[in-house]
C-alpha cells in the first residue's frame, strides 16, 4: 500500500528521541519532508542530519521548548517557511508530569494542551491550502485507566483527546482531520521503558506479562500506526481515538 506520503510537508512537536523521532525517519522514508523540534539543540542537529541523510526533500530542525507559547509560534513560522506548509501537524511531546503537584499540572496544561492549541492556530491556514491536511496527537492509554499514581498526564491527554474530537468536527469542515493516537508501554534504546527495564527489571517484567501479546511496543510500531492515520492513505479517519497498546488496557473505547 502506498501511503501517498511522498511530497508531503509533516511537522512534529518532539522528534528528536522517542516515538517522535521514529515517526520521522518513517515519514522521511515514505518521502515526506519533515521539521522538528526538541528542546536540546544537539538533539535536534543530530535529528535534521539523520533526515538529511535519508533522501530527497527537507530535514528542519529548531530548538524550542514547547512550554512556552512563543517559541512554539516561532517553531511553526520557522517549520513553514522551510517546508513551504504544511500537510500534518504531529503533536508529540508531553509534559511528563509524574508529581501531580501544581507545578506539574501547569507543565501538562502548557506542553500538553497549549502546544497543540497554539500550534494548530498557527499553521491552520497552510492545511487548510493542502489536498491532505491532518492533525494527529499523541495521547496515552493513561488516559483511559488509572495507573497507580496521583498525576495530570492521563487528564491532560484525556483533555487532548477531546481537543482532537473538537477539531475534528469544526476543522472536517475545511478538509482537515484530527486524530488522536494512544500509546500503551513502548520499549525503545534509552527511552523511560528502558531506562525501568534496567533500574527495575522485576517491574518491566510484569508489565511485560501483562500484555496479551507478551511484550512492549517498539519506536518502529507506533511510527507505523501514526504515518498511517496521519497519512493520505487514512483519509477516512477522523475524530478517531486510536489505542496502539497491543491489548495492554483490557477495555472497550
Ligand atoms: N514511551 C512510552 O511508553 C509512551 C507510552 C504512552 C504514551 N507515550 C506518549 O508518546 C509521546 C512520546 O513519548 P516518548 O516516550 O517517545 O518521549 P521521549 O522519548 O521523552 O521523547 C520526547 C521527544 O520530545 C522532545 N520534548 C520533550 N519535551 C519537550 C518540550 N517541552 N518541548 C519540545 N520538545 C520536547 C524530546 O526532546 P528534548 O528532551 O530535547 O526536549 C524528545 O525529542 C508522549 O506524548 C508520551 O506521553 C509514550
Redesign the pocket.
Known amino acids: 500500500m502506498d501511503l501517498g506520503l511522498t511530497g508531503k510537508r509533516v511537522i512534529i512537536l518532539?522528534?528528536?528521541?522517542?516515538?517522535?523521532?521514529y515517526t520521522g525517519k518513517l515519514m522521511r522514508e515514505e518521502g515526506a519532508s519533515v521539521a522538528l523540534?526538541?528542546?536540546?539543540q544537539d538533539?535536534v542537529d543530530t535529528a535534521v542530519e539523520e533526515f538529511s541523510a535519508i533522501g530527497p526533500g527537507t530535514a528542519f530542525g529548531q530548538a524550542?521548548?514547547?512550554?512556552d507559547g512563543e517559541a512554539v509560534k516561532g517553531f511553526c513560522a520557522a517549520a513553514l517557511d522551510a517546508l513551504g506548509g504544511c500537510d500534518i501537524l504531529i503533536h508529540?511531546?508531553?509534559g511528563?508530569d509524574m508529581a501531580g503537584d501544581e507545578e506539574g499540572w501547569a507543565r501538562s496544561f502548557r506542553?500538553d494542551m497549549m502546544a497543540g492549541v497554539i500550534a494548530v492556530d498557527a499553521v491552520r491556514p497552510a492545511l487548510e491550502e493542502s489536498d491532505a491536511a491532518a492533525i494527529t496527537f499523541?495521547g496515552?492509554?493513561a488516559s483511559k485507566f488509572y495507573f497507580g499514581r496521583r498525576s495530570s498526564y492521563g487528564p491532560a491527554k484525556a483533555a487532548m483527546r477531546a481537543y482532537a474530537n473538537e477539531l475534528a468536527q469544526s476543522l472536517g469542515r475545511k478538509g482537515i482531520r484530527a486524530n488522536a493516537i494512544s500509546?500503551?508501554?513502548?520499549w525503545f534504546p534509552g527511552?523511560?521503558?528502558d531506562k525501568r527495564k534496567q533500574e527495575q527489571p522485576d517491574f518491566y517484567a510484569n508489565v511485560e506479562k501483562s500484555i496479551p501479546l507478551g511484550r512492549l511496543g517498539t519506536g518502529e510500531e507506533l511510527a507505523r500506526a501514526i504515518a498511517f492515520v496521519s497519512s493520505p492513505a487514512g483519509i477516512w479517519i477522523n475524530g478517531a481515538h486510536l489505542a496502539v497498546d497491543g491489548g495492554q488496557v483490557a477495555s472497550v473505547d
Open positions: 518532539g522528534g528528536s528521541r522517542g516515538i517522535g523521532w523540534c526538541a528542546r536540546g538533539g524550542c521548548d514547547m512550554a508529540n511531546a508531553s511528563f506542553v499523541i496515552s492509554m500509546p500503551g508501554a513502548v527511552g523511560s521503558w
